[in-house]
């Protein structure tokens, strides 16, 4: 039986039921990465003989009706700053490219705990710097629908992995739209839950306020069943909130009747790629004929969101990253004259250019005498975003928008002109800004064949309201990766069946 069309609780179900055993879906998964990874270039480390080893562990507990959970022996992916014990934790940087922690991040021992199976830590840009996944110091990684292109980032690598059958979901990170973007460019599902929902501890820190952890999907039950396992109240991170609505899948109803989406009419106009527009339009109208009402609005502030962010993220960035100075972690300059310059040569060879990017315009926005122009007017900026959100969120259940504004471009076209790509980010960064849940959905190919998503944004810990809408629409529309349109060659492609 070939088990990676199955979606991660559809293999689970395989799997509890006795059919197959979680090291067949190990076995097949390896076969997998074998033939694809030279081309794709999905994961950093694979832990094969580890992940036998685990399923086998696994596999018994399930035996033993200890592990009853939809994820117990289901293979998955790790975006590589999420830290994990024995494991290497490379962040795509120089600077931690033998960096084994003692310990592992809160939401992978979650996901752990539920059953499931590490293939290994998959590629990124450089501590999630990036849209692209090539600003990475292992080299970029490619998208499976077309290899010249790229798959998005900085979470490009989990993306992929799913995309591909490299694995059957993954982690990623979204600081600025890192899970939202490469998920809506690789046709896969993601979700970024609301700020505070899954603990930060372990996860390597590029702007602490923006960042979160969340799944990289077949589909939104996937996502689902993921969220529930990984978010926690955790005393470690001190921005963990405690929920009690964490039954995800319960969620998962098939109903979006009365459901109200607003459409920010400013999110549709002529920086957006007329395909996109189209696929999100008709996924809208999937959804109104389902009983959702869809109705356009104004939503301000829209163009300050980008510029809010870099100077918030890099600001945050500046300090997180201080602590990579050659002494306590990582890379260290093989030659230096002192303590000064062995600090300079350590950080100027154990980064790449687009971090030291960030870290000057970081600490420029945080030196005296710019603070307040700069560090303190994206705050205010932040909390005006917030608030925009909030009233528009009193008359919507869901806000609809672009995962991005065009599909995956070329391999070697983004980093040439990075404040272009910067503008890349323009629907996606409001959500961080604001802390609030996010999920990209694929809605269809452009004319390259290239995947399309659809975002859709809910208000602060309303995931339950995203994943209703998210399955309601994807009822009809079953997962299709490249692999299966590509099997049968000829045939139209598409992100769904
Ligand atoms: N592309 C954005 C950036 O470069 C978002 C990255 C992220 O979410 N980690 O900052």
């Given at each position: 039986?070939?088990?990676?069309?199955?979606?991660?609780v559809?293999?689970?179900?395989?799997?509890r039921?006795g059919?197959?055993?979680?090291?067949?879906?190990?076995?097949?998964?390896f076969e997998?990465i074998?033939?694809?990874?030279?081309?794709?270039?999905?994961?950093v480390?694979?832990?094969?003989?580890?992940?036998?080893?685990?399923?086998?562990?696994?596999?018994?507990q399930?035996?033993a009706?200890?592990l009853?959970?939809?994820?117990a022996?289901?293979?998955?992916?790790?975006?590589?700053?999420?830290?994990t014990?024995?494991m290497r934790?490379s962040?795509?940087?120089?600077?931690?490219?033998?960096?084994?922690?003692f310990?592992?991040?809160?939401?992978?021992?979650?996901?752990?705990?539920?059953?499931?199976?590490i293939?290994?830590k998959?590629?990124m840009?450089?501590?999630?710097?990036?849209?692209t996944?090539e600003?990475?110091?292992?080299?970029?990684?490619?998208?499976?629908?077309?290899?010249?292109?790229?798959?998005?980032?900085?979470?490009?690598g989990?993306?992929?992995?799913?995309?591909?059958g490299?694995?059957?979901?993954?982690l990623g990170?979204?600081?600025?739209?890192?899970?939202?973007?490469?998920?809506?460019?690789?046709?896969?599902?993601?979700?970024?839950?609301?700020?505070?929902?899954?603990?930060?501890?372990?996860?390597?820190?590029y702007?602490s306020s923006?960042?979160?952890i969340?799944p990289?999907?077949?589909?939104v039950?996937?996502?689902?069943?993921?969220?529930?396992?990984?978010?926690s109240y955790?005393?470690?991170?001190?921005?963990?909130?405690?929920?009690?609505?964490?039954?995800?899948?319960?969620?998962?109803?098939?109903?979006?009747?009365?459901?109200?989406?607003?459409?920010?009419?400013?999110?549709?106009?002529?920086?957006?790629?007329k395909e996109?527009?189209?696929?999100?339009f008709?996924?809208l109208?999937?959804?109104?004929?389902?009983?959702?009402?869809?109705?356009?609005?104004?939503?301000?502030?829209?163009?300050y969101?980008?510029?809010?962010y870099?100077?918030?993220?890099s600001?945050?960035?500046?300090?997180?990253?201080?602590?990579?100075?050659?002494?306590?972690?990582?890379?260290?300059?093989?030659?230096?004259?002192g303590?000064?310059?062995?600090?300079?040569?350590?950080?100027?060879?154990?980064?790449?250019?687009?971090?030291?990017?960030?870290?000057?315009?970081?600490?420029?926005?945080l030196?005296s005498?710019?603070?307040?122009?700069?560090?303190?007017?994206?705050l205010?900026?932040?909390?005006l975003?917030?608030?925009?959100?909030?009233?528009?969120?009193?008359?919507?259940?869901?806000?609809a928008?672009?995962?991005?504004?065009?599909t995956?471009?070329?391999?070697?076209?983004s980093?040439?002109?990075?404040?272009?790509?910067?503008?890349?980010?323009v629907?996606?960064?409001?959500?961080?800004?604001?802390g609030?849940p996010?999920?990209?959905?694929?809605c269809g190919?452009?004319?390259?064949g290239?995947?399309?998503g659809m975002?859709l944004i809910?208000?602060?810990f309303?995931?339950?309201?995203?994943?209703?809408?998210?399955?309601?629409?994807q009822?009809?529309?079953?997962?299709?990766?490249?692999?299966?349109?590509?099997?049968?060659?000829?045939?139209?492609?598409s992100a769904?069946e």
């Amino acid at each position: 039986m070939n088990l990676l069309n199955l979606t991660a609780v559809e293999l689970g179900k395989k799997i509890r039921a006795g059919e197959v055993t979680s090291m067949d879906a190990v076995r097949q998964v390896f076969e997998r990465i074998k033939a694809r990874e030279s081309s794709v270039h999905a994961y950093v480390t694979l832990d094969e003989e580890g992940a036998f080893r685990r399923a086998e562990q696994v596999q018994r507990q399930i035996e033993a009706g200890e592990l009853t959970g939809p994820l117990a022996g289901v293979p998955a992916a790790l975006k590589d700053n999420l830290c994990t014990r024995g494991m290497r934790t490379s962040c795509g940087s120089r600077i931690l490219e033998n960096f084994v922690p003692f310990y592992t991040a809160e939401a992978v021992c979650r996901l752990e705990a539920a059953g499931a199976v590490i293939l290994g830590k998959t590629n990124m840009d450089e501590f999630a710097m990036g849209s692209t996944t090539e600003t990475s110091a292992f080299g970029a990684t490619r998208n499976p629908w077309n290899l010249e292109h790229v798959p998005g980032g900085s979470s490009g690598g989990s993306c992929a992995a799913v995309a591909a059958g490299e694995c059957f979901y993954a982690l990623g990170s979204d600081t600025g739209g890192s899970i939202r973007q490469p998920s809506a460019f690789c046709g896969v599902t993601g979700l970024k839950p609301t700020y505070g929902t899954v603990s930060r501890y372990g996860l390597v820190a590029y702007g602490s306020s923006l960042d979160q952890i969340g799944p990289v999907a077949k589909d939104v039950a996937d996502c689902a069943a993921v969220l529930e396992a990984i978010a926690s109240y955790d005393r470690k991170d001190s921005t963990s909130i405690k929920r009690e609505d964490t039954d995800f899948t319960g969620a998962l109803i098939d109903d979006v009747r009365g459901m109200r989406i607003g459409v920010p009419a400013d999110y549709f106009g002529d920086g957006l790629n007329k395909e996109v527009k189209a696929a999100i339009f008709a996924a809208l109208e999937v959804l109104q004929a389902k009983g959702a009402v869809v109705e356009e609005f104004d939503l301000p502030l829209m163009k300050y969101a980008v510029p809010a962010y870099y100077i918030i993220a890099s600001a945050e960035a500046s300090s997180n990253l201080a602590r990579f100075d050659g002494v306590k972690y990582g890379f260290r300059a093989k030659e230096y004259d002192g303590l000064h310059d062995m600090y300079k040569k350590s950080r100027s060879q154990g980064f790449g250019p687009e971090v030291k990017r960030r870290l000057m315009l970081g600490s420029f926005v945080l030196s005296s005498g710019y603070y307040d122009a700069y560090y303190q007017k994206a705050l205010k900026t932040k909390a005006l975003i917030k608030e925009a959100f909030e009233q528009a969120f009193a008359r919507y259940d869901l806000i609809a928008a672009p995962a991005a504004p065009f599909t995956a471009p070329k391999l070697g076209e983004s980093l040439k002109d990075p404040l272009q790509m910067y503008l890349g980010d323009v629907y996606t960064v409001s959500a961080n800004l604001a802390g609030l849940p996010a999920l990209s959905v694929p809605c269809g190919v452009d004319s390259e064949g290239l995947p399309i998503g659809m975002q859709l944004i809910g208000g602060h810990f309303q995931e339950k309201k995203l994943l209703r809408a998210g399955f309601s629409y994807q009822q009809s529309r079953r997962y299709q990766g490249p692999e299966a349109s590509a099997d049968e060659a000829g045939k139209e492609r598409s992100a769904y069946e």
